[in-house]
């Protein structure tokens, strides 16, 4: 069975909903799924996983959560060719920068050599019903690239 890794950075919660939400749907596509948040392991985790979904909120101005910048620097220097990737995340639509750090990772899973399986979702705080439909086909898609 495929393994899909999630990791997220989440300071009140909605991404951590948002991941939660990615794993149910995977799991009900049929993947194995780990869920772990960001501080509890290593960018070198993503090596045992076929799928590798982040879930990251945006701070200050566009800057990346301090909990999630260690993996950040250590992804990018990871080799995931052949495996697929997805980024989700909250941000608020008030900030320029919506959801900045979700194009960063999106760009060090590029730079890792990993393959895109499905486009970015970002989500203005909560996520509600409109962007629980997002993320369950971003899932969908993910899932189809491994099957
Ligand atoms: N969201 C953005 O999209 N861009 C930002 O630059 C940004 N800066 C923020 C700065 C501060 C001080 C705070 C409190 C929030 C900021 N946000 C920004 C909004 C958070 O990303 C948003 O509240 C998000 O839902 C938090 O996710 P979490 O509940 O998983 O912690």
Known sequence: M???????????????EIADIVAEALENEGLEV?????TQVDADDF??????????YT??????????VDLYEELKELDLSGKIYGVVGSGDTFY???????DDFDKAFAQAGATKGAESVKVDLAAEEEDIENLEKFA????????
Not at 2 to 16: D, F, M, Q, R, W
Not at 34 to 38: A, F, L, T
Not at 140 to 147: N, R
Request: hydrophobic share 40%.
């Open 2 to 16: 495929a393994l899909a890794k999630i990791v997220y950075a989440s300071l009140t919660g909605n991404t951590e």
């Open 34 to 38: 780990e869920i772990n948040e960001c």
């Open 47 to 56: 090596l045992e996983a076929d799928i590798c979904v982040i879930g990251t």
């Open 59 to 68: 701070y200050d101005e566009g800057s990346l959560p301090d909990d999630i």
């Open 96 to 102: 320029e920068m919506f959801c900045s750090a979700v």
């Open 140 to 147: 969908k898609e993910l899932a189809s690239k491994v099957k």
